[in-house]
């Protein structure tokens, strides 16, 4: 719509015009009912904290909110494709493509990442016994770093600049000539920013798993979340630099005229191997972490530890090497020619065989166990059937030949919403509600997890199911219509109504957060009666719990102690210190440092870019003269000294 | 109980999906894939149905109730022979899916196959947004694709600006059109009938109106239409 100011036209979308409503209208109503509750020093003390459970808290909450954003625009795309030539509002041609674009782009990188990123930072130091993550400091860095990348990208919509090239933005659609706008330099920098918070939380990872398990917690006594989590975190300490690279290749590219993906000697065929060098690895960052969930949930509610230990640990570390070396099943039509393709065709069937031992094992996990379907177990159980129809379509996309059919259809997009839907997002929510009470003190409601998980798993098949068959009827990926002729009407009709079940679903969710907050079951130190350490110490978890530090000599130490020793963990005679925990208002800066940044070079701003350059130059200058360790030393305090 | 009707339901419509373009092929090639796709969602189903079987049988046996709901499960580690059976299985499943992949694969990736003597050669070019075909004879269409029935015919893909995707669903599968390179596609087209192509890299703003019919004819059809539209441009 256009209207008239200063005697001047301007134009705004109607759709952005609305989301400045809802969002200026939820942002009024948010501040005051923090205002009427008097809560200024809870927010003050979640954004300066540098605590594992609080960063891991802020994780989740700016993941939930991104996924209602990147899911507002899944049912806008389920509304234009739900009859052949639809005109829903404005989403046709460019406004489509930008939703499907910020869609994928936030789904993969600012919800599933923080998702688990923030379970990890809840879960694991408590599960290995460590008083913190390893760099309390940097993991809020992280967190900031994340947060700036997601902003910008959600930002990008509201500056009608959205990234539009998809999220494998492959060039030369994303370079400048194809795509001018600022949209697709939302994309870079927002990945960019986001990408090194991700490498610094992996390396935390790395370390903190690595340096600070309790006393006899040998990696072989590691629960399965925690060995995924080291897998995962060395998946992206490989896999991120390479986006890393792409991005800045790219960057490049847009802003200061060189010609990597175009022109004589350079070829739009690197980015794909970048891209995907980096990709595929990345949707096994985003799917091992949910099966170390699965591990801990199944093995809990069944009464039993897990089935094949070792197997399970052998097979994630296999599946994370096979990651690397089936880049190309993307690109089995670019034509790389028949070595090749069918070399990748078959690295890609065999990562089938470790998934499948897992799958196996968790099946054997629950035989002659007790299994309590509680809502955690609920989202495990509907995960395996889920899952291993998306894997099922994984084998039968890695045979090249047929997957020059199934290549680009919606074939494939019912595929990896199986995967990604099926494991990464029942995992979450699984270890959303088996965490909440380590998070919080009190369990999300029971009744409507169940609901919740029901509408969530039931419409996630009615949407995602009927789209095989729309791909194998030819239709493409990332078109906004389709004619009557193309016979797939029932298809998409069937997958819109699933889509809407989804998302009340999810409303029941949030519904739950609402209603648990206000009426709080507290539920104690071990709701579930659990099997490993984090169910040893308070809810919620406090700063420096382990205290005294338990002496571990068994998988699922808690468990072994209820059984043999009362409930007492045996005391360790030695433990490491613990890592500073400061509060900090230098990670929030950086936060508005790196935005400025960002926005000056997506801008071209040269003046800004320069002076912001320098505020980030002095973040580090002003990080390396803070020293906690010479005060805490004067104060006498035992500190770890890594 | 819901979920095997879904599945027995999805199964006939899958048997019964000669309706769907991919799996209705009118040459080899699409013949070729549509036998790979159906084979290895065969061998697929083996494995899905063990898991379901497993899945059900567990959940509703050790299901807790009221008379075990005190019980505590003995301790099981694992099984080294059953861990050992379903990674031998699922190889073995694998290695025959394998014969008839890397056959088919290998012999439709060659980009070295010789062009067939009694080749029909079109010179396919895409622009963002449409297809332009180039016949041997210097007639040029736009969208509007013609073949002869029962002859080879080549094409020489390439695209003009950024990357696009030439797939016919029911000829055969798609090959990528890569600015500053060429690729070549060879089908033999058996049955007459107007089929639907389509651009199926994503490629911009209009990427959904990027499409084309091709109309296989009988070849003394298609040799008139080429002399009409050869008389028409001169």
């Known amino acids: 719509m256009t209207f008239e100011l200063f005697n001047r036209t301007f134009f705004i979308a109607t759709d952005v015009l609305f989301a400045y409503i809802v969002l200026i209208g939820t942002g009024l109503g948010v501040l005051y009912l923090v205002n009427r509750a008097n809560k200024w020093s809870v927010i003050k003390d979640y954004v300066t904290t540098t605590h594992h459970r609080k960063i891991g808290v802020l994780y989740l909450l700016s993941a939930t909110l991104f996924f209602l954003r990147a899911g507002i625009e899944a049912l806008i795309i389920r509304m234009q494709l739900s009859v052949p030539e639809n005109d829903f509002w404005v989403f046709q041609g460019d406004k489509f493509n930008e939703a499907f674009t910020t869609h994928g782009t936030i789904m993969i990188f600012f919800v599933a990442m923080p998702l688990l990123i923030g379970l990890m930072n809840v879960a694991v130091p408590l599960q290995i016994g460590a008083q913190d993550m390893a760099f309390p400091y940097m993991n809020a860095i992280s967190f900031w770093l994340f947060l700036a990348g997601a902003i910008l990208v959600n930002m990008s919509f509201f500056m009608t600049a959205s990234p539009n090239a998809g999220w494998t933005a492959y060039a030369p659609l994303s370079t400048a000539e194809f795509t001018p706008e600022a949209g697709n330099d939302y994309y870079i920098f927002g990945l960019q920013v986001s990408g090194v918070g991700t490498i610094l939380a992996a390396i935390n990872m790395i370390v903190t798993i690595v340096r600070h398990r309790a006393p006899g917690m040998k990696m072989t006594r590691m629960p399965l979340f925690a060995w995924s989590t080291l897998v995962t975190a060395f998946l992206i300490l490989i896999a991120f630099p390479v986006l890393t690279i792409a991005l800045y290749i790219l960057m490049f590219d847009r802003l200061f005229g060189t010609s990597f993906f175009s022109g004589e000697s350079g070829s739009p065929i690197y980015w794909q191997h970048l891209f995907w060098i980096f990709g595929h690895p990345e949707v096994y960052i985003i799917i091992i972490p949910a099966f170390g969930i699965f591990s801990d949930v199944i093995s809990t509610f069944s009464k039993k530890r897990v089935f094949g230990y070792t197997s399970m640990v052998v097979a994630i570390v296999i599946i994370g090497l096979l990651g690397f070396m089936v880049w190309v099943h993307h690109m089995f039509t670019v034509g790389l020619g028949p070595v090749v393709n069918t070399v990748f065709a078959i690295t890609t069937m065999l990562i089938a065989v470790p998934t499948g031992i897992k799958i196996f094992n968790w099946l054997f996990t629950m035989r002659k166990g007790v299994i309590r379907l509680g809502t955690p177990m609920l989202f495990a159980a509907g995960f395996i059937p889920t899952f291993v129809i998306g894997g099922v379509t994984g084998v039968m996309l890695a045979v090249a030949a047929a997957d020059f059919q199934f290549h680009d259809t919606y074939f494939v997009v019912a595929h990896f919403h199986y995967t990604m839907v099926g494991g990464t997002v029942l995992g979450a929510f699984a270890g959303i509600y088996y965490w909440f009470p380590k998070m919080f003190g009190f369990k999300l409601k029971d009744g409507l997890g169940k609901a919740h998980f029901w509408l969530f798993l039931i419409g996630f098949h009615i949407t995602f199911f009927p789209q095989h068959f729309a791909g194998l009827n030819g239709m493409p990926r990332r078109v906004y219509t389709y004619t009557a002729e193309d016979n797939i009407f029932i298809f998409n009709f069937i997958s819109t109504i699933g889509a809407f079940m989804m998302g009340i679903g999810t409303l029941f969710f949030v519904l739950n957060i609402y209603k648990s907050f206000k009426d709080p079951d507290k539920c104690g130190n071990d709701p579930w009666d659990g099997r490993t350490l984090e169910w040893s110490v308070p809810s919620p978890a406090p700063e420096h719990p382990f205290d005294p530090m338990p002496q571990v000599n068994t998988v699922d130490p808690l468990w072994e102690a209820k059984r043999n020793r009362g409930g007492k963990l045996p005391v360790a005679n030695t433990s490491r210190s613990a890592p500073i925990d400061v509060t900090s208002w230098q990670p929030v800066s950086f936060y508005g440092v790196i935005m400025l940044f960002s926005l000056s070079f997506i801008y071209h701003v040269t003046w800004l870019q320069i002076v912001s350059g320098v505020m980030v130059l002095a973040f580090f200058a002003l990080r390396t003269l803070t020293d906690e360790h010479t005060r805490l030393a004067k104060e006498g305090e035992n500190h770890d000294n890594v | ?234």
Not at chain 2, 147 to 157: A, N, Q, S, Y
Not at chain 2, 182 to 197: A, D, F, H, K, S
Request: hydrophobic share 40%.
């Open chain 2, 1 to 234: 109980m819901n979920k095997c009707k879904l599945l027995m339901a999805s199964l006939v419509i899958f048997l019964t999906g000669c309706n769907l373009r991919v799996l209705d092929p009118k040459s080899e090639t699409a013949r070729d894939q549509s036998f790979l796709i159906q084979f290895s969602f065969a061998l697929m189903m083996i494995v899905f149905a063990i898991v379901i079987i497993l899945f059900v049988w567990f959940l509703s046996k050790y299901r807790e109730n009221d008379q075990n709901k005190d019980y505590i499960p003995a301790d099981e580690k694992g099984s080294p022979w059953l861990e050992i059976t379903w990674t031998v299985i699922p190889f073995i499943l694998l290695a025959i899916l394998a014969v008839p992949t890397v056959s088919i694969t290998f012999e439709q990736s060659a980009q070295t196959e010789s062009t067939p003597t009694d080749a029909v050669l079109i010179e396919v070019t895409g622009q963002q947004f449409s297809w332009t075909f180039s016949y041997q004879n210097g007639v040029e269409t736009v969208n509007d694709l013609r073949l002869p029935v029962d002859r080879p015919v080549e094409f020489t893909l390439r695209s003009d600006d950024i990357i696009h995707s030439f797939w016919i669903p029911k000829l055969g599968g798609k090959k990528d059109l890569i600015p500053g390179e060429t690729r070549r596609m060879i089908v033999t087209p058996e049955e007459t009938g107007t089929y639907q192509g389509k651009c199926a890299e994503f490629c911009g703003r209009e990427h959904t109106k990027m499409r084309f019919t091709t109309t296989v004819m009988e070849e003394s059809e298609y040799e008139q239409w080429l002399e009409d539209m050869k008389e028409k441009i001169e």
